[in-house]
């Protein structure tokens, strides 16, 4: 597995989760490459590199209790923060590269370290779609995110990257400017605390399973 980027692309495309996904492209364009976010390879969109921001524990827990076995099928580069023996092709987002380039580690969620990593690639420009940072998200997370994400979007502007953006974001915006036509639903999340009764998905509740994503004996 070549892990290594390309520098000098057309165009790298960041697809992240928000209602504006269904919005890029289902293929690689030429000269292009997909990066994607966490479980967002369960909607069909072609993805070059997939960057893992969360515990991958956490991803098995709430979104896809086949999160190793899906994402060690893609056989693509999963970058993270941590280091997971059970991932295939593993290796590190280059958050001490990044540092060393810009002098600063605002990070608070895994888009940015996308885009950060983008930049380092000096791609002509960066398109993002379903980074949506939406208020009505209902999150004050997000709030607090679309800081971090529009300094790394600055950043790339004055590195005199081009940056392509969907109406329906208010990532570099004041206002919504589109209403979603022809959207598409995302794949439920169903992950292994789908599986405890509504009832007993509590602090309390919970303590009586006990849940094992993988067999016994494999390592995270």
Not at 44 to 52: C, K, Q, S, Y
């Amino acid at each position: 597995m070549k892990k290594d980027f390309k520098k000098g692309l057309d165009e790298i495309i960041i697809l992240a989760q928000g209602p504006s996904w269904y919005e890029a492209p289902q293929k690689t364009p030429k000269n292009t490459e997909i990066w994607g976010s966490n479980i967002i390879y369960r909607e069909g969109n072609e993805v070059d590199r997939l960057f893992v921001g969360h515990d991958i524990r956490t991803l098995m827990l709430h979104d896809d209790p086949d999160f190793v076995k899906n994402v060690n099928e893609l056989d693509i580069p999963i970058y993270t923060t941590g280091r997971y023996r059970c991932l295939k092709n593993n290796f590190p987002i280059p958050i001490n590269e990044i540092m060393n380039k810009f002098h600063t580690a605002f990070f608070l969620n895994v888009i940015a370290y996308m885009i950060a990593t983008a930049v380092l690639q000096k791609p002509k420009k960066i398109s993002i779609y379903g980074v949506d940072m939406r208020p009505d998200a209902g999150n004050e997370t997000y709030s607090n995110e679309k800081g971090s994400v529009e300094f790394w979007l600055g950043v790339a502007i004055g590195q005199g990257i081009k940056i392509i953006n969907t109406k329906q974001s208010f990532v570099l915006k004041t206002k919504q400017e589109g209403n979603f036509l022809n959207k598409r639903d995302k794949v439920p999340q169903i992950g292994l605390y789908t599986q405890i009764p509504q009832a007993e998905r509590n602090p309390i509740g919970i303590q009586n399973y006990v849940i094992l994503p993988l067999p016994l004996g494999s390592e995270i």
